[in-house]
């Protein structure tokens, strides 16, 4: 008993020189996740789609940004080649880039259903086949793929977003069976609404009857999004494979 005690202290929540690639990096919820990554001791690479803002003009020896298209896929391919070349090893991926669009199914154009699924579903597929090659030659990895509390059950007017968020759900189900036998890990988090820029872009209005609805009383900060991200990366997740945590304030209870 002593051991087994011994050994859960020892595996408490740490990224201490691990290596993660954060897609979505430059803003919201992908960028918390990449500060609270640094924070706890990893090694980032960071991509998004353009550089900008003062976190990204001082990211420090210990992080790269890496400018990076998620529904391309020779680019998903070059950020593991720079990520090995900069850091040899990669441990921890998380598909946080994504897009939304709000609408119901007969408003829902092709264009509007192709640009979400290439981002949100192609994009969490090409990352996720990317570093399989990487992971089971270290015989260890951890994948958190970034879904929605929106892809729970249905909610009105999310017809395409949510379409794109349940098929990460099931990709994630899926790689977590076929990968197993590698050791390596996939998890996604359901966040709820959350204080970022695009929420912050709605009417107040609607800010303010989107809170009313969470029993709570308010939005997630995205920092709060970010340590469940961190928790699931870690080796105190170690034996969490295939789960899906929920992080929205009992919203969906």
């Known amino acids: 008993m002593q051991a087994i005690f011994e050994e859960s202290r020892s595996t408490r929540p740490s990224l201490e020189g691990k290596v993660a690639i954060v897609t979505g990096a430059n803003g919201g919820i992908g960028s918390a996740i990449a500060q609270q990554f640094l924070a706890d001791g990893a090694l980032v690479v960071l991509t998004d789609l353009a550089q900008s803002g003062e976190q990204l003009s001082s990211l420090g020896k210990r992080a790269i940004f890496l400018e990076h298209d998620v529904s391309q896929e020779q680019a998903r391919s070059e950020v593991v080649e720079r990520a090995l070349s900069r850091f040899?090893?990669?441990?921890?991926?998380?598909?946080?880039?994504?897009?939304?669009?709000?609408?119901?199914?007969?408003?829902?154009?092709?264009?509007?259903?192709?640009?979400?699924?290439?981002?949100?579903?192609?994009?969490?597929?090409?990352?996720?086949?990317?570093?399989?090659?990487?992971?089971a030659s270290n015989r260890h990895g951890a994948i958190v793929n970034i879904s929605s509390c929106l892809a729970t059950r249905g909610v009105p007017g999310q017809f395409a977003y949510a379409a794109s968020k349940w098929a990460v759900r099931g990709m994630t189900k899926n790689a977590a069976l076929e990968l197993a036998s590698l050791n390596?890990?996939?998890?996604?988090?359901?966040?709820?609404?959350?204080?970022?820029?695009?929420?912050?872009?709605?009417?107040?209005?609607?800010?303010?009857?989107?809170?009313?609805?969470?029993?709570?009383?308010?939005?997630?900060?995205?920092?709060?999004?970010?340590?469940a991200v961190a928790f699931l990366s870690s080796d105190a997740a170690g034996y969490i494979s295939g789960a899906e945590l929920e992080v929205d304030g009992a919203v969906f209870a």
């Open 184 to 227: 390596i890990r996939v998890n996604a988090v359901m966040p709820g609404p959350t204080d970022t820029p695009m929420f912050r872009g709605l009417p107040e209005a609607d800010q303010s009857a989107i809170a009313a609805m969470i029993p709570f009383g308010r939005v997630a900060r995205p920092d709060e999004i970010a340590a």
């Open 88 to 135: 040899r090893k990669i441990d921890v991926l998380v598909n946080a880039a994504g897009i939304h669009r709000h609408g119901v199914m007969t408003d829902t154009t092709v264009a509007s259903m192709e640009a979400l699924f290439r981002v949100n579903q192609l994009g969490t597929f090409l990352g996720m086949r990317a570093v399989v090659d990487a992971f």
